[in-house]
């Protein structure tokens, strides 16, 4: 990190935050089409680097989903005017050629981004909410709920992440 980027230099607690996600992670990813049935477990390796003099974070990942390859890219950032947690989202599984974006409060534990994706079926969006939770230094936690039209948050995909040297 340059010296523009050192969390103490950053504009709030949630700059300060994503600056410590910073680095190169490995980890499990699980996912859920259905809430509580468990659709695929498999090991996902990801980097997370500041950009913009650390205002905001890439996370780019690849693993697999069922057995195919998988690759995204999310960018993580707070505006300091409004408040809130921003995030834009592309993969080559999940989002096809649409891109997701999203913001939200911060909480006070974890970062917290609230956007909708369109029914491929033709009916209304589904909500999407994406948390990033720190638990220490090495070890993370990104996990993303789906929210159907009128019904309750369910896990999606949780990826638990550990820092690689």
């Excluded at 994503?18 to 089409?33: K, S």
């Excluded at 969006?125 to 993303?144: K, N, Q, V, Y």
Aim: proline share 7%.
């Amino acid at each position: 990190m340059t010296e523009q980027t050192q969390p103490s230099n950053l504009p709030s607690n949630v700059h300060r935050g994503l600056a410590r996600i910073c680095g190169q992670w490995q980890g499990v990813a699980r996912t859920w089409f259905e809430p509580g049935q468990l659709a695929d477990e498999s090991s996902q390796r990801g980097t997370i680097r500041p950009v913009l003099a650390g205002y905001f974070v890439v996370h780019e990942y690849e693993g697999t989903l069922q057995g195919q390859p998988m690759r995204g890219i999310a960018i993580f950032g707070f505006d300091v005017a409004t408040g809130k947690c921003q995030a834009a989202w592309i993969d080559n599984v999940h989002m096809g050629t649409a891109i997701m974006y999203s913001e939200a409060e911060p909480s006070e534990r974890a970062f917290v981004a609230l956007g909708s994706y369109d029914d491929p079926n033709g009916g209304p969006p589904w909500g999407w909410r994406t948390e990033i939770d720190l638990i220490d230094d090495d070890h993370i936690t990104i996990t993303a709920f789906n929210i159907p039209p009128g019904g309750e948050a369910y896990k999606a995909v949780e990826t638990q992440y550990r820092r690689v040297s």
